[in-house]
């Protein structure tokens, strides 16, 4: 079954069980400062400290290949 789910991805990850995920598309912040014409910036963009604990969670989620 696919499911598409939004959310913060650290506090959703949190609430699923290990090797529990067959993919995951991400499309993180290039972490450069972005902001747009109107001066808005993208959340996240500005640090990295999310970065490492957002990948260990895609990693525990994540079934394991053989």
Known sequence: MSR?????C???MARIPDN???FILTDPP?????RD??????????TDEWL??????MYRVL????
């Open 52 to 57: 490492q604990p957002a990948c260990n969670e």
């Open 10 to 12: 650290i506090d959703v």
């Open 37 to 46: 014409r109107q001066g808005r910036t993208i959340a996240g963009d500005k």
């Open 20 to 22: 529990a995920i067959d």
């Open 63 to 66: 079934k394991k290949t053989r």
């Open 4 to 8: 598409f789910v939004l959310g913060n």
């Open 30 to 34: 290039y972490l450069v400062g972005f």
